[in-house]
């Protein structure tokens, strides 16, 4: 199927306002004109409401609070049903945030903002968390929206989509790199360059990042569309982010790292349509769940901010063999941790309660692969010549990196010390917890840039889950200068079913009490606004996975 952009948006609504001018700047203090340029957005699905959001834009050097009323009916035609008032404050960025309660569980809503002079927002619409008995269940999973690495296909296929109850996104909704930085190239052929220019360090620059993203008409379609249910990753913050620090953050010329880190969250709960944090609870701690009735509970943790240790990399002036062995001798420390103590009671209690129920599917909403993937010895694989041919069609300045992890891969480095194969201790720990539950749950993970279908297992060699891993919305992957890499990474991990590092797109996961069925959506080209359609995988699983987890479909 061929799709086209305009036919996406008209379907479905870009989220962008009508621009009305009103009268001069009254004397209540209003401003004269409103726009809503960065559509609508629902998360945080509740069984009686939602979070609903949106942005007002005032004219330049407007400084004021803005007074907006917001709207929800059944239908987008219809007379609301119920109606209220918002601030968009000032202080925050004129972002506003509505939670709606008292509507009826598993029911569709839309939904719309007004403000002055009668400017007006397109219509949203979310799905109410469902109660009691439910035949299916329809998420679209997705992560890793480089803006500058191409245009968002994915979200305009994920709009036209006939059933879909809400959007499960697992990080890295933007980037902090500039204009030199990850994708540039991309961004300049396509003018596509991230806004403010510079790496982003500051309030206002993450304000301006969000605020660049959302004015994207495609995702604006996919938060009309449905409601998102989302979790930061690392680069919110900063690339390979925890607790104390982020690879890509330098304290001697960007500042503390903590302040840097509360700026990005602040702004994160500004522009995302996700619920204020717990005043009790550090704002890292937002790890929450959600019961989809009688079949599914989704359980949503954080991996990069609250309890992360440091990721283990070779040190730079110690011989290689030395470097790879440091390495791994300190992978291998039983104490390093991903999600901490206090996430893991909540998890806990959170597992054992929906197997107490008797509901079959509890799902891991989680940022990283946590299936066992080893590194690859490509030049094995593919034979001397054949990898020989390879390296000399990459860029130069690869080679040199292709190397260095060819030789860390066959001293027992994994493909990826930033997923759950650079904490194999905190793994098990997390298996034996889903053991104490009762649970074999179904792990989503993002940030890889490539597509999944894994089956998990613990160190004993029992079944422990399953994983679906979704691919990018834009970002470059492995398989952009190694086309075929998740074949070889399929072949070479006993826990992985299927890896597809080449294309772009989002998984479409589909729950009903008797099978989990996930799609791996793909879209031909992320270059270009007319694309077509494809699914590059497709697999099933049962409740238990008495067949052994994924089977293709």
Known sequence: MRINRRRALALFGSGTALALPSAALGRDGAPGEVRFLHGVASGDPKADGAIIWTRATAEEGFAGDIALSWHVAEAASDMPLASGEVIARAAADHTAKVDLDGLEPGHEYHYWFEGPGGARTGVGRFRTLPVGAVEELVLAVASCQLYPGGLFNAYADMARLERLDAVVH?????????????????????????????EIVTLADYRR?????????????????????????????????????????????????????????????????????DPLRAHEAIFRSFEFGDLATLAMVETRLLARDEQVAPKGDVPPAEAVAALLAERDRPERELLGRQQGEWLEGVLSASVNAGKPWQVLGNQVVMARVPGPDLEAMLGAEAYAEMRAAMPEQYRTQIDTALAGYRAGVPFNLDSW?????????????????????????????????????????RLAGVELGCTAITSPSYGSILPGLGRLLAMAAQEVAYCDQDNKGYALLTLTPDAARVDHVTVSTVFASTFERGIGASHVAQPGYDAGGWQAA
Not at 212 to 217: I, L
Not at 434 to 445: T, W
Request: proline letters at 6%; glycine letters at 10%.
């Open 170 to 198: 697992l990080g890295d909704y933007i980037y902090e790199y500039g204009e030199s930085g990850y994708g540039a190239e991309i961004g300049r052929q396509l003018g596509r360059l991230p806004d403010p220019p510079h």
């Open 209 to 277: 990042r969000h605020a660049q993203v959302k004015a994207d008409p495609l995702l604006q379609a996919a938060h009309a569309r449905a409601a998102f249910i989302c979790v930061w990753d690392d680069h919110e913050t900063a690339n390979d982010s925890w607790v104390g620090g982020a690879e890509n953050h330098q304290s001697d010329t960007e500042g503390d790292w903590t302040a840097r880190k509360a700026v990005a969250m602040q702004a994160y709960f500004e522009w995302m349509p996700i619920r204020d944090p």
């Open 421 to 461: 194969d650079g904490y194999p201790h905190a793994r098990e720990r997390l298996y034996d917890l889903f053991a104490r539950a009762g649970s074999r749950p179904l792990v989503l993970s993002g940030d890889s840039h490539a597509a999944w279908s894994n089956n998990l297992h613990d160190a004993g060699g």
